[in-house]
Structure formats: structure tokens, C-alpha cells
């Protein structure tokens, strides 16, 4: 595929009302954490309507991507984006115990128009999306998996979330990357992971009790 990347950078402001609140972000699957408030999310489709004088972007996708957000042990999975330019919203799959459901969980407002440039000998295409605010299916969902007091809630509902810088290119992803959806499976370790990792520690408590004797 080609090399094209969304960044959703997290407002300054947003990022610290979430850390009052304890909550902390990861990159997981196909994401990259940039920094604590920047992510790399590769765009695995996109689709464009060019016209006379303006190309139009329609949708785009982040499929395999994932951003999770933590609250001490309770966790909730943002996954496999994507852009929709007609109702202005962000899509992703909310992951909560197992169960996926896919919301809008972002309203944006196009702050450029679709740009075209040169870089080398590569033609590349660019668009910034803005005032990222969180859906009221978002926040509940949010509420719910990780336990938010009331206060917390009103906090996170008021924020600008920050903004999508979108890239595309014409030059080839190398190494490419898979499209397959992130799913709840990896996000959360099945019952047999947990069977297996205390089977283990079973043993390693047996044979530490056993060389203990022999000595």
C-alpha cells in the first residue's frame, strides 16, 4: 500500500484534564506513539473525489490501529479508525470487556482543504482536521469502562481533543503493514493466557520450594 499516516495529536489542554483524572494512553497494533500526546495511526485506505479545481476527500481508514486508554486496571480500546467527511465524525471500535462496538466517538472540523504537493519525486496529499471533541456515546463509554466520576466526565466533555494531520503519499509503504481489524482478543489476554501464566507460577514456586529443601 501506499506510505500515507494519520497523527492525532492530543491538545496540551485535553491531555492534562485526562492525567488529572488518571487517565494514560498507549499505542497498540498498528499505532505508534510519537510522544504522550502524539500518535501515528497509517492510514490503510482512503478515498477521493477529484474534481475540476478541488479534490474532495470522502473517507479515509486507520484499520489495525489502536489507541488504548488506561484508569488504574480498567481499560478501554479505541480501534480501527476511520473519517467520515460528510457527518464530520471519527469512527473507531470501543472495546469495553470484551465487546466491541463501533461509535462515532469524535465530531472534527476540516481546518484545510486537501493539499497537493511534491515531495522529491513523490506526489503527496495533505488535510488537518481540528477541534476533536468527544461524542456523548464516547464519553459514556468512557464513563463506564473506566469507572469516571460525574466531575471527570463534565471535564473530558468540555475539552478540544486537538487535531488529525493526514499524509498521504505516492511512494510504496516498505515494510507494509496489515489491514486485518484489531480485535478485543489482542487488547485483553484470553482466560487460558491467565491459566497458563499462574500454571507457571505454580511451578516456579514448586521448584524454588524444592531446591529450598535440598539445601
Known amino acids: 500500500g501506499k506510505k500515507a499516516n494519520a497523527t492525532l495529536q492530543l ?16 499505542a ?16 490503510t485506505e482512503a478515498n477521493i473525489t477529484v474534481g475540476l479545481f478541488k479534490l474532495t476527500p470522502n473517507s479515509g481508514e486507520a ?12 481499560l478501554l480500546g479505541l480501534a480501527n479508525f476511520s473519517l467520515d467527511f460528510d457527518s464530520n465524525y471519527v469512527y473507531a471500535d470501543v472495546i469495553t470487556n470484551g465487546v466491541t462496538n463501533n461509535l462515532a466517538i469524535f465530531s472534527f472540523q476540516e481546518k ?5 504537493g511534491l515531495s522529491g519525486f513523490n506526489l503527496t496529499l495533505s488535510n488537518t482536521l481540528g477541534d476533536l471533541k468527544l461524542t456523548t456515546a464516547a464519553v459514556n463509554s468512557f464513563a463506564s469502562a473506566l469507572k469516571l466520576s460525574a466531575g471527570a466526565v463534565a471535564d473530558l466533555s468540555k475539552q478540544n481533543w ?15 503493514i496489515s489491514d486485518d481489524p484489531f480485535t478485543a482478543a489482542q487488547m485483553i489476554p484470553e482466560p487460558s493466557t491467565y ?16 531446591k ?3 539445601a
Request: proline letters at 2%; charged letters at 10%; hydrophobic letters at 45%.
Open 162 to 176: 486537538g487535531s488529525v494531520s493526514v499524509n498521504i503519499t505516492s511512494a510504496l509503504r516498505k515494510p507494509g
Open 212 to 214: 529450598a529443601r535440598a
Open 11 to 26: 491538545s496540551s489542554a485535553a491531555y492534562n484534564a485526562a492525567s488529572s483524572h488518571g487517565l494514560s494512553f498507549s
Open 63 to 74: 484499520i489495525g490501529s489502536s489507541i488504548i486508554v488506561r484508569k488504574g486496571d480498567n
Open 28 to 43: 497498540a497494533g498498528n499505532a505508534t506513539a510519537n510522544s504522550a500526546t502524539s500518535f501515528n495511526l497509517p492510514v
Open 112 to 116: 484545510s482543504d486537501l493539499k497537493l
Open 195 to 210: 491459566a497458563m501464566m499462574g500454571l507457571g507460577l505454580v511451578g516456579i514456586g514448586f521448584v524454588a520450594r524444592r
